[in-house]
């Protein structure tokens, strides 16, 4: 579904244009999977004949401008923070599965002929996704919703022109900005899915926690990769052990029909990613934890490692995107937040319930009443409130497993119910080294 553009425009080097919070507004019933960048650029060719550019003056010119995404109501949450568009190249091909649009083109995208002593419009669509992974058996369960778009802020800069000697982009670059929509139930909130760089000289050097969709190194393509012997651990889980860079991609290479551009080896070198024919993976079977990166044998003295991965969002963003559901610019009336876990039967375990995307539901909804949940009420504080009939379940169960026997089983009922509350698990171990905070809420509300 496409909706009227919002316009920004980059005169000069330097120059900044911004998308601010509370001007993404998407219809009801729909969700953003990704933001699309109609991108018009003039480029001036005084190079003395006409020119195509290769690919690596395409990534010189995408090279020259940036853009930093973050949302909440007060912008805590920062998937890309001044980011090359050679990231957000590599952002749609790792989580979209293709090429952006354009880039191949030979009529008007970035593959056009540039004659000499002129100035030519070229054309290409860069996409910035925001909550969509194309081998997920449902890409787009990750899409933001309608209000959750409403804390939404895109800003792009401008750094540079030179693409090569005498071909430069000349005057103003204007960008047509479109949400990239899907159909939803509900209005949902989702973690999003977050990019990072870290570049280390230490032998072991680890990620950020979450659930990994990708880990790559950025010293050089996969075929050029000086790396001879790695291992890779998400948590304690061993995904590669003592392999090379070209042992590790074959898992890849060996599913039908995986497309070339999904996996941007021409761009850096593959050290992990879901190994899942497209569109068949589960969030419930990818692990979770802290990407942990050796050096086995320390070929590189500076690792340059990046993932594309799906955070922990905090307890105290998990409010606020509450408190402004039920505020003015919001919903403007009391909403709970329900997971998703429960609207749509993820199957998803204790350590990957952070993964998990909540529903505001108001208060004639039927989930409202049947599910936990932090609710939210204009002018008062968030509180997390759980249906008498859950509670109820609950005490049932824990009477039956009692009355057999199964202690543990009982003092179980408790953390499963938690784990079913937006924002209460901390941890991609669950409540292993969590906060226990929600734990314990629960327990004395079963009583």
């Known amino acids: 579904m496409a909706k009227k553009p919002i316009s920004l425009s980059l005169p000069s080097d330097g120059s900044n244009d911004s998308v601010p919070r509370g001007d993404f507004d998407i219809?009801?019933?729909?969700?953003?999977?990704?933001?699309?960048?109609?991108v018009v650029a003039p480029i001036n060719n005084t190079s003395g004949g006409a020119v195509t550019l290769s690919?690596?003056?395409?990534?010189?010119?995408?090279?020259?401008?940036?853009?930093?995404?973050?949302?909440?109501?007060?912008?805590?949450?920062?998937?890309?923070?001044?980011?090359l568009w050679t990231v957000f190249n590599r952002a749609c091909r790792w989580l979209y599965g293709t090429e952006i649009e354009g880039y191949t083109d030979t009529s008007t995208?970035?593959?056009?002929?540039l004659p000499n002593s002129a100035t030519t419009n070229v054309t290409f669509y860069l996409i910035i996704p925001l909550g969509y992974f194309w081998k997920?058996?449902?890409?787009?369960?990750?899409?933001?919703?309608r209000t959750q778009m409403r804390t939404l802020q895109l800003d792009v800069r401008r750094t540079a022109s030179t693409i090569l000697s005498g071909v430069i982009v000349s005057g103003t670059v204007t960008i047509d900005v479109m949400p990239d929509l899907v159909p939803c139930k509900g209005d949902p909130v989702s973690p999003g899915i977050f990019y990072e760089e870290v570049d280390d000289a230490r032998k072991t050097v680890e990620l950020s926690e979450g659930m990994p969709l990708a880990v790559e190194e950025r010293t050089a393509i996969h075929a050029s990769s000086t790396i001879t012997n790695f291992s890779l651990k998400i948590d304690d889980l061993e995904?590669?052990?003592?392999?090379?860079?070209?042992?590790?991609?074959?898992e890849q290479n060996d599913i039908p029909n995986y497309p070339s551009e999904a996996a941007p080896t021409d761009r850096t070198t593959h050290l992990y990613t879901v190994q899942k024919q497209g569109g068949s993976a589960e969030l419930k079977d990818l692990p979770t934890g802290k990407p942990k990166i050796t050096q086995n044998v320390k070929d590189l003295a500076t690792i340059k490692l990046s993932q594309f991965y799906i955070p922990i969002t905090s307890p105290e963003d998990v409010n606020s995107m509450m408190e402004f559901a039920s505020g003015k610019k919001g919903r403007s009336k009391t909403v709970r937040g329900v997971s998703t876990q429960l609207t749509e039967g993820l199957g998803l375990g204790r350590h990957q319930a952070f993964v998990a995307p909540f529903n505001l539901v108001d208060q004639d909804a039927d989930e409202f009443e049947r599910f936990p949940g932090p609710v939210a009420?204009?002018?008062?504080?968030?509180?997390?409130?759980?249906?008498?009939?859950?509670?109820d379940?609950?005490?049932?169960?824990?009477?039956?497993?009692?009355?057999?026997?199964?202690?543990?089983?009982?003092?179980?009922?408790?953390?499963?119910?938690?784990?079913t509350i937006p924002g209460a698990v901390q941890s991609a171990r669950g409540f292993k080294r969590g906060d226990q905070t929600m734990i314990d809420r629960v327990k004395r509300s079963i009583g």
């Open 27 to 38: 219809p009801k019933g729909m969700a953003c999977k990704g933001l699309r960048l109609k």
């Open 55 to 83: 690919d690596a003056q395409k990534q010189a010119l995408l090279a020259d401008f940036m853009a930093t995404v973050t949302f909440g109501p007060r912008g805590t949450l920062k998937p890309y923070v001044a980011a």
């Open 109 to 113: 995208g970035l593959q056009r002929s």
């Open 136 to 145: 997920l058996y449902r890409g787009e369960l990750l899409a933001f919703g």
């Open 239 to 250: 995904v590669h052990d003592q392999v090379s860079p070209a042992e590790a991609i074959t």
């Open 377 to 391: 009420e204009s002018g008062k504080k968030v509180d997390v409130a759980i249906p008498n009939t859950v509670l």
């Open 393 to 419: 379940a609950a005490r049932a169960r824990i009477a039956k497993h009692l009355a057999n026997g199964e202690r543990k089983a009982a003092e179980n009922v408790a953390a499963e119910l938690a784990a």
